[in-house]
């Protein structure tokens, strides 16, 4: 009988980045630490996730589901670690986007700017409602939205941002 | 072991993760009460489990019980069947002897009505095997002192006569009897005639002529000519009587004072003395008996009149 190999993996014109060591774990503590300092500042920076965006930028560039979930849950539960939520509430909904990032930049390219922006916009509000649910199922709060205009104008501000920042990290990437 | 592929592997993967961030969350939340969402969670999970299987028990327990106490039902109930169909023959046996104590204290009190006057109480202990004779038998023999043509009687009336004796039973012969006979009277005229058994419930009184007064439901008693019966016991009541042209006297048909159909108690008079019947406690025997009931003959009785008894 023929045996036929069949490829599991990211499709095989996409290209898998890999980083210098550290990277990633630096990535990911500058999120957090500037995510709680910025608002001590800034009113509005409350509209920024940056942790979100660390996430989902080596969730997108990794294209492993696997990796990408766990470093989610890693960001995740960090974040609630130093929020007053409960432990698990960003944990979930970043282990989603981590997952989902991964699988999409399996399939897709990228690395366009419009489409990062536009992924990006799309993983906040996905974020957002993941985190809302979760709130109204477990916590029983019903002071969440699933989508506003407040939102909908965070989206596209940490979109904006992801412009800046996805580039930045792009200069960590081992040459391939 | 299972092979997983490799996306099934992210998939399940991710599930664990979520599954345990919820755990995790649930652990540190609190709902009412103060009760950890994973307890509330925890009993939502269990509580379900635990009613099926508190039912589950129940209801084997139940129908297992159910069983036992059917099992334990039907042979209580068969128990009480049996008890109860002993007790309901018991229960005849009490309204018998209750029944019997009644005949036997009105038997008394007649005795006692009339204690100068010598008689034994004797129980019907059989009946002649001849459907063409009316005959019982009596529990008192010649050893009792019971001698032939001996008068029988009942607190009700004149029964009939000893017809033979035997050393422990007697044959008495009813009333109404064929070959038997009593001398008797009409209450109110007086008038004499033999009343004689037809082999019927019904008796025949003869020898009346058809110019007596006689009247529908008049007291008939011993006249004591017999020299069996003494005077004034009750014999029966006139049932009809009919004028007969072609003879002289009338037929007038009797229903006896006793029973004769019911027999279970008797006296035997061992004397033919007469009996003062105003003592009797008996309301049917003391207007018979009194001789200040005993009236003029009155008008004459019509020549016939439609019998009121089809016997």
Do not use: C
Not at chain 1, 155 to 174: C, E, H, Q, W, Y
Not at chain 2, 148 to 162: A, C, E, H, L
Not at chain 2, 169 to 181: C, H, N, R, T, Y
Not at chain 2, 273 to 296: F, H, I, R
């Amino acid at each position: 009988m023929e045996r036929t190999e069949v490829y599991i993996g990211p499709e095989p014109h996409i290209e898998v980045h890999k980083y210098y060591a550290g990277v990633v774990p630096v990535a990911v503590m500058l999120s957090l630490v500037l995510q709680a300092f910025f608002p001590v500042y800034i009113r509005s920076a409350n509209f920024l996730e940056l942790p979100l965006l660390v996430t989902l930028y080596f969730a997108l560039s990794k294209r492993n589901p696997s990796s990408g979930l766990v470093l989610g849950m890693v960001v995740g539960l960090l974040q609630d670690s130093l929020s007053r939520t409960p432990l698990g509430l960003y944990g979930i909904a970043k282990t989603l986007v981590g997952y989902l990032g991964s699988s999409l930049g399996a399939r897709i390219d990228v690395e366009h700017p419009i489409a990062r922006f536009l992924l990006t916009a799309a993983f906040y509000l996905f974020h957002h409602a993941v985190f809302t649910l979760t709130t109204r199922a477990l916590l029983a709060q019903r002071n969440e939205n699933y989508i506003t205009v407040p939102i909908l104008i965070a989206s596209l501000v940490n979109a904006t941002i992801a412009m800046g920042l996805f580039p930045l990290l792009d200069r960590f990437r081992k040459p391939s | 072991m299972i092979a997983i592929p490799s996306r099934h592997k992210s998939l399940t993967l991710l599930a664990g993760v979520v599954v345990a961030q919820v755990l995790l969350l649930a652990m540190q939340i609190k709902r009412e009460r103060q009760v950890r969402l994973i307890r509330v969670w925890a009993v939502e999970l269990i509580s379900p489990l635990q009613r099926i299987a508190s039912w589950t028990i129940h209801g084997a327990q139940h129908g297992w019980g159910g069983y036992i106490g059917l099992r334990t039902a039907q042979k209580e109930n068969d128990a009480m069947r049996a008890e109860l169909d002993r007790l309901k023959v018991r229960n005849a046996e009490l309204e018998g002897r209750a029944l019997e104590a009644d005949r036997l204290a009105a038997l008394l009190n007649f005795r006692n009505a009339y204690s100068e006057v010598p008689m034994l109480a004797a129980h019907v202990i059989g009946a002649s095997p001849d459907s063409g004779s009316m005959v019982v038998n009596i529990d008192r023999g010649s050893r009792d002192g019971i001698r032939r043509d001996m008068g029988v009687i009942t607190p009700d009336g004149v029964v009939g006569k000893i017809l033979a004796v035997y050393p422990d039973i007697s044959q008495v012969l009813l009333m109404s009897d064929k070959d038997s006979g009593v001398g008797a009277l009409l209450q109110d005229t007086r008038t004499q005639g033999p009343v004689k058994g037809t082999g019927a419930p019904l008796l025949s009184l003869d020898y009346i002529s058809n110019d007596e007064k006689v009247a529908v439901g008049e007291a008939v008693l011993t006249s004591g000519q017999d020299r069996i019966f003494p005077k004034d016991l009750p014999v029966g009541k006139v049932v009809d009587f009919v004028a007969d042209p072609k003879s002289p006297f009338m037929k007038i048909r009797i229903r006896p004072a006793a029973h004769l159909e019911r027999l279970e108690e008797v006296l035997v008079l061992q004397t033919r003395q007469e009996m003062n019947l105003k003592k009797s406690p008996d309301a049917e025997t003391t207007p018979v008996a009194s001789p200040a009931a005993q009236k003029a003959p009155v008008a004459p009785a019509p020549p016939a009149k439609k019998p009121t008894d089809a016997h």
